[in-house]
């Protein structure tokens, strides 16, 4: 088994550098990379070979979850160009997104308070219209360079979009109980 931990996640699935991707080819990619180093293939191998399987088999399925979703592949790309994020340390953010967001949020507490089931489906339909929306201009964005800036924050837009949605979730949850 000759394993290079130099590639990257698209190399080692076989796949090309790019934010579109085919789910299908990326599954049977990953299915066949865990059935090279499936531990009942090394039953009778040197611990160093088992533990170099392990290695490989981590790194496998840390690929997988990277390239799986679109908002961890999104960051992925773009720190394989050398653009970092920074969704930790910048929350700079358009005003205008910034009280969308805040109205979201204070409507999310409103309908949770009032178990209002009617409201989050309104807001849960709306959220996902307008990640739909921000993955289709991250798409368009990092498919040249010259944009792959502007990509940084809409990825940070989406992790704003991504956390809404978990405020969402929790409302429903405490609605329902």
Do not use: C
């Not at 579109?20 to 039953?43: C, I």
């Not at 959220?127 to 990509?151: G, M, V």
Request: hydrophobic letters at 40%; charged letters at 30%; aromatic letters at 10%.
């Amino acid at each position: 088994m000759t394993i290079d931990f130099t590639k990257n996640h698209f190399e080692l699935f076989h796949l090309p550098v790019s934010f579109q991707l085919d789910s299908a080819a990326l599954d049977r990619a990953y299915r066949e990379v865990q059935r090279e180093v499936h531990p009942d293939k090394f039953t009778l191998a040197t611990d160093a070979e088992k533990r170099l399987a392990a290695q490989w088999a981590t790194r496998a399925n840390e690929g997988y979850q990277t390239l799986k979703t679109p908002l961890n592949r999104g960051r992925y790309f773009l720190k394989m160009h050398g653009i970092e994020t920074e969704e930790e340390s910048n929350t700079a953010m358009p005003l205008p997104f910034l009280m969308q967001q805040m109205e979201w949020r204070e409507a999310v507490v409103d309908a949770r308070a009032a178990k209002d089931e009617a409201t989050l489906d309104a807001l849960a339909a709306q959220k996902q219209a307008d990640e739909k929306q921000l993955f289709t201009q991250l798409e368009n964005e990092l498919s040249q360079p010259s944009t792959f800036a502007a990509a940084r924050l809409t990825v940070r837009k989406l992790r704003f979009i991504e956390k809404l949605g978990e405020e969402i979730d929790d409302a429903y949850e405490a609605v329902i109980n």
